[in-house]
């Protein structure tokens, strides 16, 4: 017996391995054959997510649920007009100015690696910097090629651009109206030792984990924007915004904007780029150390391997999509077999128990 268990649980952890990449490969081509309906589908969750919050605030306030979603679509829905009208502009400006100014940083970045290689020869130093300064600058190059062409290929395509954000907020007030009926009514077709825990864990992980995002990363655009005006850093807002939208992407993605934004102002100044590294990380660290455990807390409970694990995972099967959605998903799963687990832990304690008070049989004789 213990030997046929053993070799059933070999072969077990045996498949899991090629059962788990063919589903992330399948995952992968289903999405990109639907990627447009199933990037609106998303989007459009994740914004009734967050937007159901302040929607329950309403309802407190003996107001009916409908008029409670009317209500929080349309404070929204200013928002974002006064948004597109007076920062977006503002973005897309200081964005066409830095492409244009990238060939001239580059340049002068080399002009700075040829000094500094001209001073180490000086001091009979053995350093050669044209190759890799030649490596940056490709690099630099084909980067600054594949975003010129994204914003022509978006320019291009506004009008599709403008239906997808039509299609995302009708989607939202739908959601929002409807949501909880289909969401239950697929939830029951689940057994409730599942179903249950797979909700719970699904609106914790998805609605705290986005809005925490969403709240650090805004966090990070009001702090630097001053410091960086105040240090004179060129495209100050757009190099803040920069960081902190890319605080969405958990682990990974403040240290990547960070890096990009120290990168792109050390080709412009050596010197400013120190500073603007050593400011941008203090209040990463004021971030992950002060507002993260109190917004985000233990509510996913994964070791940071398993979540760059599902980052890697999440941007393999959809990219960007991927990426942001990876953690909550990671939570949620973790959450279910989490809750699962205990659920029959607890059922075999208490049977045990009735088992072992329940008194044996007498023997009549």
């Given at each position: 017996?213990?030997?046929?268990?053993?070799?059933?649980?070999?072969?077990?952890?045996?498949?899991?391995?090629?059962?788990?990449?063919?589903?992330?490969?399948?995952?992968?081509?289903?999405?990109?054959?639907?990627?447009?309906?199933?990037?609106?589908?998303?989007?459009?969750?994740?914004?009734?997510?967050?937007?159901?919050?302040?929607?329950?605030?309403?309802?407190?306030?003996?107001?009916?649920?409908?008029?409670?979603?009317?209500?929080?679509?349309?404070?929204?829905?200013?928002?974002?007009?006064?948004?597109?009208?007076?920062?977006?502009?503002?973005?897309?400006?200081?964005t066409i100015q830095l492409l244009?100014?990238?060939?001239?940083?580059?340049?002068?970045?080399?002009?700075?690696?040829?000094?500094?290689?001209?001073?180490?020869?000086?001091?009979?130093?053995?350093?050669?910097?044209?190759?890799?300064?030649?490596?940056?600058?490709?690099?630099?190059?084909?980067?600054?090629?594949?975003?010129?062409?994204?914003?022509?290929?978006?320019?291009?395509?506004?009008?599709?651009?403008?239906?997808?954000?039509?299609?995302?907020?009708?989607?939202?007030?739908?959601?929002?109206?409807?949501?909880?009926?289909?969401?239950?009514?697929?939830?029951?077709?689940?057994?409730?030792?599942?179903?249950?825990?797979?909700?719970?864990?699904?609106?914790?992980?998805?609605?705290?984990?986005?809005?925490?995002?969403?709240?650090?990363?805004?966090?990070?655009?009001?702090?630097?924007?001053?410091?960086?005006?105040?240090?004179?850093?060129?495209?100050?807002?757009?190099?803040?915004?920069?960081?902190?939208?890319?605080?969405?992407?958990?682990?990974?993605?403040?240290?990547?904007?960070?890096?990009?934004?120290?990168?792109?102002?050390?080709?412009?100044?050596?010197?400013?780029?120190?500073?603007?590294?050593?400011?941008?990380?203090?209040?990463?660290?004021?971030?992950?150390?002060?507002?993260?455990?109190?917004?985000?807390g233990d509510f996913i409970g994964?070791?940071?391997?398993?979540?760059?694990?599902?980052?890697?995972?999440?941007?393999?099967?959809?990219?960007?999509?991927?990426?942001?959605?990876?953690?909550?998903?990671?939570?949620?799963?973790?959450?279910?077999?989490?809750?699962?687990?205990?659920?029959?832990?607890?059922?075999?304690?208490?049977?045990?128990?009735?088992?072992?008070?329940?008194?044996?049989?007498?023997?009549?004789?």
């Amino acid at each position: 017996m213990r030997r046929s268990a053993s070799l059933q649980t070999l072969l077990i952890y045996g498949l899991s391995g090629p059962i788990i990449a063919l589903n992330v490969w399948l995952l992968s081509v289903l999405f990109r054959f639907f990627q447009n309906p199933i990037t609106i589908l998303s989007i459009a969750a994740i914004l009734a997510f967050l937007l159901n919050y302040p929607v329950k605030l309403f309802e407190k306030a003996r107001i009916t649920h409908t008029q409670a979603v009317i209500i929080v679509l349309f404070i929204t829905l200013t928002l974002f007009v006064v948004l597109g009208v007076t920062l977006v502009p503002v973005v897309i400006d200081q964005t066409i100015q830095l492409l244009n100014k990238i060939p001239d940083w580059l340049s002068a970045s080399q002009e700075n690696l040829e000094k500094w290689e001209t001073l180490a020869k000086q001091r009979r130093l053995p350093v050669d910097l044209r190759v890799i300064s030649g490596q940056i600058n490709g690099s630099i190059q084909n980067l600054v090629q594949q975003i010129a062409s994204g914003a022509v290929g978006v320019a291009g395509t506004l009008l599709s651009g403008l239906i997808n954000v039509v299609l995302v907020i009708v989607l939202a007030f739908y959601m929002l109206l409807y949501g909880d009926r289909v969401w239950y009514g697929l939830i029951n077709l689940l057994p409730s030792s599942i179903g249950v825990p797979f909700s719970k864990s699904l609106q914790l992980n998805f609605h705290n984990f986005f809005l925490s995002q969403l709240l650090l990363g805004l966090f990070m655009v009001v702090a630097l924007t001053p410091i960086f005006l105040f240090l004179r850093v060129p495209f100050a807002l757009l190099f803040a915004i920069v960081i902190g939208i890319s605080e969405l992407i958990p682990f990974v993605g403040a240290a990547l904007g960070i890096g990009l934004v120290t990168i792109l102002v050390l080709l412009q100044n050596w010197w400013l780029g120190f500073p603007v590294a050593l400011m941008a990380t203090i209040m990463q660290q004021i971030k992950d150390n002060l507002l993260a455990p109190k917004l985000l807390g233990d509510f996913i409970g994964l070791n940071p391997i398993w979540i760059f694990i599902s980052i890697l995972m999440g941007f393999e099967i959809a990219g960007l999509l991927g990426t942001l959605v990876a953690v909550p998903i990671a939570g949620t799963i973790k959450g279910t077999f989490d809750a699962i687990k205990n659920y029959k832990q607890s059922e075999s304690v208490s049977n045990f128990t009735i088992n072992y008070d329940s008194p044996p049989d007498q023997e009549e004789g």
